[in-house]
């Protein structure tokens, strides 16, 4: 049973608008959070994180939000751009241990 | 920059084959992964290991074994290829520790066709 859930494979939005990916969790002892992006035929590369003591995490136009009690976060980008069409992957891991899990991923694209 | 080199872009096996897949890290991280990425079910995580002659058992071990003989390198070995593990392979490093900036980075992936 996958701990890491991305309950939509795909999501499309037009450029300039918000794009909002979700992730829910169900091991509580999950207390880091990953967002990966990907490309085809490259290995995913890292985006943003955040750990269960904040909330939210922004970096330019990538905002993660942790909602603990619910066990989800989601990753917003704004505004979004054709080139941030990709795959992207919802990871977590506990606190004392770099096992890494990963959800099945949503495939966004921006239309220009 | 850290990087992390898988020794194949692709590869094509006959079913029974032993195959062996490498990986190397050249940033002296303690961590090294091994994913298999297919259709709808993400990123699986089949061993990882977090010191040298370490491995701990991921989501998916079965029908796969694992070898780190020196920090820097990760092999993932198919015992006897099935067509059932075609599949996208990633492999991926990370430090270790409580740091928070532990995400792991992987290398390009290597695509397995068993036939």
């Known amino acids: 049973d996958q701990q890491v859930k991305q309950n939509s494979p795909s999501l499309s939005v037009q450029e300039g608008r918000i794009s909002i990916l979700n992730c829910d969790y169900t091991?509580?002892?999950?207390?880091?959070f990953l967002w990966y992006k990907k490309y085809p035929a490259e290995g995913p590369t890292f985006l943003i994180s955040?750990?269960?003591?904040?909330d939210k995490n922004e970096d330019g136009r990538f905002t993660v939000f942790l909602n603990k009690s619910a066990k989800h976060l989601s990753l917003h980008i704004v505004p979004s751009q054709p080139g941030d069409s990709a795959v992207y992957f919802c990871a977590a891991r506990p606190y004392n241990n770099n096992d890494m899990r990963f959800g099945a991923g949503t495939r966004l694209t921006v239309k220009p | 920059d850290v990087k992390v080199t898988q020794s194949s872009r692709y590869l094509v096996k006959r079913t029974g084959e032993k195959v062996f897949l490498e990986c190397v890290q050249d940033m002296d991280h303690e961590n090294m992964f091994w994913y298999r990425q297919d259709p709808g079910l993400g990123l699986r995580l089949i061993y990882f290991s977090y010191d040298v002659k370490m491995k701990e058992k991921g989501d998916i071990p079965e029908g796969y074994s694992v070898s780190r003989e020196k920090k820097e390198r990760f092999s993932l070995i198919l015992e006897s290829a099935s067509t059932n593990q075609t599949s996208m392979y990633l492999c991926?490093?990370?430090?270790?520790?409580?740091?928070?900036?532990?995400?792991?980075?992987f290398g390009q992936g290597t695509r397995l066709t068993v036939v």
């Open positions: 091991n509580s002892m999950f207390d880091y």
């Open positions: 991926a490093s990370s430090l270790s520790g409580r740091a928070l900036n532990t995400e792991a980075f």
């Open positions: 955040i750990s269960s003591i904040k």
